[in-house]
């Protein structure tokens, strides 16, 4: 909100502040905005541009000024989805993961089964403890947790 306030402040003179924004990892939370212009031909095509490249926690804003030159449905949404497409065209992106962590206990004969586990599916191991069976704590990508957890257990981890 504080993004789009200052972009309306800052270009209180366009005739026009459209955007789209996505936000959260499950890209469930996105809102957009044609601010006046015909309804679908701004916002809908900067959405599209965010989701053509499967981005998230994004805001694209588009300010346009009046040319004098009326370019119709058309001509508008295809104005607003390459200014969006210059605009990611020339940002940098920056990839995050969404890490789960994972606490697994086992006990130590089946340390080296567990350790190689680990070490192919990339987790990183945060914590590490031994009293009467070894514990540990992992974090991986979520998108990886599942067969993690899959192999852990035929090691007899978990």
Same mark, same amino acid.
């Given at each position: 909100?504080?993004?789009?306030?200052?972009?309306?402040?800052?270009?209180?003179?366009?005739?026009?502040?459209?955007?789209?924004?996505?936000?959260?990892?499950?890209?469930k939370n996105f809102?957009?905005?044609?601010?006046?212009?015909?309804?679908?031909? %701004?916002?809908?095509?900067?959405?599209?541009? /965010?989701?053509? +490249?499967?981005?998230?926690?994004?805001?694209? #804003? &588009?300010?346009? *000024?009046?040319?004098?030159?009326?370019?119709?449905?058309?001509?508008?949404?295809?104005?607003?989805?390459?200014?969006? %497409?210059?605009?990611?065209?020339?940002?940098? /992106?920056?990839? +995050?993961?969404?890490?789960?962590?994972?606490? #697994? &206990?086992?006990? *130590?004969?089946?340390?080296?089964?567990?350790?190689?586990?680990?070490?192919?599916?990339?987790?990183?191991?945060?914590?590490?403890?031994?009293?009467?069976?070894?514990?540990?704590?992992?974090?991986?990508?979520?998108?990886?947790?599942?067969?993690?957890?899959?192999?852990?257990?035929?090691?007899?981890?978990?």
């Open positions: 909100k504080t993004y789009l306030e200052y972009y309306q402040k800052k270009y209180f003179d366009a005739r026009h502040v459209c955007y789209a924004y996505m936000l959260g990892h499950e890209r809102r957009t905005n044609d601010n006046g212009e015909p309804s679908g031909t %701004a916002s809908k095509p900067i959405l599209g541009q /965010i989701n053509s +490249k499967e981005l998230t926690d994004i805001l694209i #804003v &588009v300010i346009r *000024y009046f040319g004098g030159i009326k370019l119709g449905t058309g001509g508008l949404a295809a104005a607003y989805k390459a200014a969006a %497409a210059d605009a990611l065209n020339n940002a940098v /992106i920056i990839e +995050k993961t969404v890490d789960e962590e994972v606490t #697994v &206990v086992f006990e *130590y004969p089946f340390m080296n089964d567990v350790m190689r586990v680990v070490k192919e599916e990339g987790a990183e191991i945060l914590v590490q403890s031994y009293d009467k069976s070894y514990k540990m704590t992992l974090r991986i990508r979520r998108s990886l947790m599942e067969r993690l957890r899959s192999r852990l257990l035929c090691k007899g981890a978990i």
